[in-house]
């Protein structure tokens, strides 16, 4: 997929993940419409990104999926959904699978309605963030594996519905380790009562640490390459590699 004059929707845009996967899709010609609950650091984004790439080229909002309308009214439509917001507390664990969970089924079938070609639209592609968690049990943070384990399941599962139904929408997971951001800084004190546990974490940490921009990258590569659907790619410091699933025949 060429992005020049594509649309893009990115949730939890302000910072982050979803900062760097923001900048990668203006770099490569995309318009950017920015979800994010952090109203004064969407705003400030937004303003640096008038400076560099024009203020037509991106919208913030206040998240809500209910603006879904307002970015086709004003870019035209949408081509490309990156549902990268995200939490994880243990303690409000019912807040992390809303947000984790509940959220990327909402957005994902309010696009399909305007992507699916069945319906009209063009097409497009959707990507999800989920996360090695979603691949392999942390013990520190249950509530959050079970939301990531779940994110995969509902990517495979829309791939699947879409490659069947000729929807027209590629669906891909992306699957980081750990990486710099607000999330793993606050790790510690949002586990509940699993806090004891939290010296397995900083084992792991002795391991080198991703930037955001490493897993953006990841996010373009699966845009981009219109030969996937139905994939994890799983993105660690040294390593990029795609998950290989067992069959359903190969398990009977």
């Known amino acids: 997929m060429a992005l020049n004059g594509k649309t893009a929707v990115v949730t939890g ?23 994010d609950i952090n109203e004064s650091a969407g705003k400030t984004l937004k303003e640096a990104l008038n400076k560099q ?31 990268n917001a995200g939490i994880l507390d243990e303690v409000n664990w019912e807040k992390t699978v809303s947000i984790n969970l509940t959220s990327v089924i909402r957005v994902s079938y309010l696009a399909m309605e305007h992507m699916n070609k069945l319906s009209g639209g063009n097409g497009g592609t959707i990507i999800n963030m989920a996360s090695i968690g979603g691949l392999h049990p942390i013990a520190i943070c249950p509530a959050y594996t079970a939301t990531k384990y779940a994110v995969i399941g509902f990517t495979r599962a829309m791939a699947a519905a879409s490659a069947s139904a000729s929807y027209g929408i590629r669906f891909n997971a992306v699957c980081p380790t750990l990486v710099q951001t607000d999330l793993f800084a606050s790790i510690t004190d949002n586990l509940g009562q699993f806090s004891h546990l939290a010296p397995l974490l900083y084992e792991n940490i002795n391991r080198r640490i991703m930037n955001a921009s490493e897993v953006a990258e990841c996010v373009l590569e699966l845009v981009t390459d219109e030969t996937k659907n139905g994939e994890a790619l799983v993105k660690c410091p040294s390593i990029k590699k795609y998950v290989t699933f067992p069959t359903f025949s190969s398990l009977t």
């Open 13 to 35: 845009a302000a910072l982050g993940i979803g900062k760097a996967v923001t900048e990668i899709l203006l770099q490569t010609g995309a318009k950017v419409a920015l979800l």
């Open 53 to 83: 790439y024009g203020q037509e080229r991106t919208l913030f909002f206040k998240c809500n999926v209910e603006s879904e309308e307002q970015i086709i009214e004003t870019f035209g439509g949408i081509d490309i959904v990156c549902n």
